[in-house]
């Protein structure tokens, strides 16, 4: 097991393993999964893809969801509010 | 920012990693909260048939049918061309979801007030 597999956000409100997905198929995925959470709650992503330190927070901007913290390959992401 | 964002597709079974690689970029921009439209022309029209795109599945990307299907779900617009449809005597009455047959006007009504357009 990897460093980051055995990290955990406490304050994560759902988690998703991306796995490799990457692009278009990792953002669009992501967004159905931040419109499902409340606005505050936070999603613990894990993405493997090597676009994924530039793709996700470029996504977040243009979203406005707010990228609390990022360690690659792990992600907590902040619904913004609606 | 714009908050439009065209894909423009001329290609199908004559260049699958062309067509599959369309509808992941049209697949980011949709899932990054753009008005996004992915226009087919050329043989890229075929696409619009329900089914013909079953099958075409690139090493290292979903299936073609599953990010299309995703692309309608989430909202996403396929404008098929007019012309290029009627040329190969396709079916109206067959299309896929999000899909809708149309002119230059439209695609140009679209692009018109700035959006980007990334071709393949």
């Known amino acids: ?82 | 920012m714009a908050s439009k964002f065209c894909v423009s597709l001329t290609h199908a079974k004559d260049n699958t990693d062309k067509a599959t690689v369309g509808f992941v970029v049209a697949n980011a921009a949709v899932g990054s909260g753009k008005e996004t439209l992915v226009f087919l022309s050329v043989e890229g029209v075929r696409l619009a048939q329900k089914g013909f795109a079953d099958g075409i599945h690139e090493e290292g990307f979903a299936p073609l049918r599953e990010l299309m299907d995703n692309f309608a779900k989430a909202g996403g617009t396929i404008y098929v061309c007019s012309p290029c449809f009627k040329k190969r005597k396709l079916d109206e009455n067959n299309l896929v979801a999000g899909a809708s047959i149309v002119g230059g006007a439209k695609l140009v009504e679209f692009l018109s007030d700035g959006s980007p357009c990334v071709s393949y």
């Not at chain 1, 936070?42 to 793709?55: E, I, M, Q, T």
């Open chain 1, 1 to 82: 097991m990897r460093a980051w597999q055995s990290r955990r956000v406490a304050e994560a409100d759902a988690e998703w393993d991306a796995g490799g997905l990457g692009c278009g198929e990792l953002v669009l995925e992501l967004r159905f999964r931040l419109a499902a959470l409340r606005p505050g709650q936070r999603l613990r992503l894990v993405a493997l893809d090597p676009g994924a330190p530039a793709d996700i927070p470029a996504w977040c901007r243009m979203i406005g969801h707010t990228l609390v913290s990022t360690q690659h390959p792990v992600y907590l992401i902040q619904r913004k509010e609606d």
